[in-house]
């Protein structure tokens, strides 16, 4: 059984589809050694069972002639184009892959030119069912909620898989606490200062990171903002808007996600703006460090944070989050939720699945 896992913009693009890729492949080699697995990326550089394609980025200069839409695309479509021979050179039984358009590639691909390998659509978009029921064999679903959607849209159980993202809780622990200092030093924030953190792109649409920056404005107390992630076109308008509400108490920082740990222990309630998630891996990223988190009252959230102390209110509303931040703040009680979070999402727990749904594709 030999498996491929894809990842079109692993090496250049700060996110969760390209970690949990990285994170995936560095399970296998941990826990399971014997499992023949190769990480096709993007980006970045080619090593030990990992292989760079060359193929358009978005920010390409023929991508950008073409507009960011355009452009994306074509950076989805010539990934499959180049990977599609290794695919069949290599005698690949599965594709594991998150990008819906470059698995489309594949599909159409294999259809026109042949091969034997299945593909296997984890949806972490999350892309509707409607966009993934025809152009995939099988489909990995990271909640229940989005397994219940898949089932009522008409999907066969028999091509559904229900397993979350997992997380490495050796290096997401509250160990990262230790950087504290180190980390709020080379940020330039005080030491006993309060910090908000979310990971997210740093976008308005989706992330609502601007809805954020308004909840913390007119705090009863000094209240500083880090905000991690990919920088978009937003980001430069977000900056200022930042700096109008929150002056000089904001940082925006774009870190590889193996430095993002620090930043978890670094900070003192994490939150997430946004009102839907295909699956949030940085809110079990920051339960898994102990950090309080706050989440909008939505399904997803609700599935993750089961059984622990994370606070969902309605995101929505204005003054909500500010109010829950104020409960936080005052508040005595312990909100670890680590232990939960380790037990359902860890990378021990949920490789012998990910083994599992890897060998019944295969048999197909």
């Given at each position: 059984m030999?498996?491929?896992i894809?990842?079109?913009?692993?090496?250049?693009?700060?996110?969760?589809?390209?970690?949990?890729?990285?994170s995936?492949?560095?399970?296998?080699?941990r826990?399971?050694?014997?499992?023949?697995?190769?990480?096709?990326?993007?980006?970045?550089?080619s090593g030990?069972?990992r292989?760079?394609?060359?193929?358009?980025?978005?920010?390409?200069?023929?991508a950008?002639?073409m507009g960011?839409?355009?452009?994306?695309?074509?950076?989805?479509?010539?990934?499959?184009?180049?990977l599609?021979?290794?695919?069949?050179?290599?005698?690949?039984?599965?594709?594991?892959?998150?990008?819906?358009?470059?698995?489309?590639g594949l599909?159409?691909?294999?259809?026109?030119l042949?091969?034997d390998?299945?593909?296997?659509y984890?949806?972490?978009?999350p892309?509707?069912?409607?966009?993934?029921?025809?152009?995939c064999?099988?489909a990995?679903?990271?909640?229940g909620?989005?397994?219940?959607?898949?089932?009522?849209?008409?999907?066969?159980?028999?091509?559904?898989f229900?397993?979350?993202y997992?997380?490495?809780?050796?290096?997401?622990?509250?160990?990262?606490?230790r950087?504290?200092?180190?980390?709020?030093?080379?940020?330039n924030?005080?030491?006993?200062?309060?910090?908000i953190l979310?990971?997210?792109?740093?976008?308005r649409?989706?992330?609502r990171?601007?809805?954020?920056?308004?909840?913390?404005?007119?705090?009863?107390?000094?209240?500083?903002?880090?905000?991690?992630?990919?920088?978009?076109?937003?980001?430069?308008?977000?900056?200022?808007m930042?700096e109008?509400?929150?002056?000089g108490?904001?940082?925006?920082?774009?870190?590889?996600?193996?430095?993002?740990a620090?930043?978890?222990?670094?900070a003192?309630?994490?939150v997430?703006?946004?009102l839907?998630e295909?699956?949030?891996?940085?809110?079990?990223?920051?339960?898994?460090?102990?950090?309080?988190?706050?989440l909008?009252?939505?399904?997803?959230?609700?599935w993750i944070?089961?059984?622990?102390?994370?606070?969902?209110?309605?995101?929505?509303?204005?003054?909500n989050?500010?109010?829950?931040?104020?409960?936080?703040?005052?508040?005595?009680?312990?909100?670890?939720?680590?232990?939960?979070?380790?037990?359902?999402?860890?990378?021990?727990?949920?490789?012998?699945?990910?083994?599992?749904?890897?060998?019944?594709?295969?048999?197909?």
């Amino acid at each position: 059984m030999k498996i491929a896992i894809a990842s079109t913009g692993l090496g250049r693009i700060l996110r969760g589809f390209e970690s949990f890729a990285e994170s995936l492949f560095q399970a296998f080699r941990r826990y399971a050694p014997d499992t023949d697995v190769m990480l096709f990326q993007g980006g970045g550089k080619s090593g030990e069972h990992r292989r760079v394609i060359s193929n358009f980025h978005r920010s390409d200069r023929p991508a950008r002639w073409m507009g960011y839409d355009k452009g994306n695309l074509l950076e989805k479509r010539s990934f499959a184009i180049a990977l599609y021979p290794l695919l069949r050179k290599g005698e690949f039984d599965i594709v594991h892959y998150n990008e819906l358009v470059m698995g489309s590639g594949l599909f159409h691909l294999r259809r026109l030119l042949g091969g034997d390998f299945k593909l296997l659509y984890c949806n972490g978009a999350p892309s509707p069912p409607v966009h993934y029921h025809h152009r995939c064999d099988y489909a990995q679903v990271l909640t229940g909620p989005a397994f219940e959607e898949a089932q009522s849209f008409g999907i066969s159980r028999n091509r559904l898989f229900q397993i979350p993202y997992g997380i490495d809780a050796e290096v997401f622990s509250p160990e990262s606490k230790r950087a504290r200092s180190k980390i709020r030093k080379q940020l330039n924030i005080p030491l006993d200062a309060k910090v908000i953190l979310t990971v997210a792109a740093l976008k308005r649409e989706h992330k609502r990171l601007d809805c954020l920056i308004k909840e913390l404005d007119n705090f009863n107390r000094p209240i500083w903002l880090v905000a991690a992630g990919q920088r978009t076109d937003d980001t430069h308008v977000l900056e200022k808007m930042a700096e109008k509400h929150l002056p000089g108490r904001w940082r925006f920082v774009s870190w590889p996600h193996d430095k993002i740990a620090g930043l978890y222990g670094a900070a003192d309630i994490f939150v997430l703006t946004s009102l839907s998630e295909a699956f949030g891996l940085v809110t079990v990223e920051a339960m898994l460090t102990g950090l309080p988190v706050i989440l909008h009252n939505g399904p997803v959230f609700k599935w993750i944070t089961e059984g622990t102390n994370g606070v969902l209110i309605d995101m929505a509303i204005e003054g909500n989050l500010r109010d829950a931040l104020e409960r936080l703040f005052s508040s005595t009680e312990n909100f670890n939720s680590r232990e939960i979070s380790a037990e359902r999402f860890s990378w021990p727990t949920l490789i012998p699945e990910y083994v599992r749904m890897y060998e019944q594709v295969a048999r197909a």
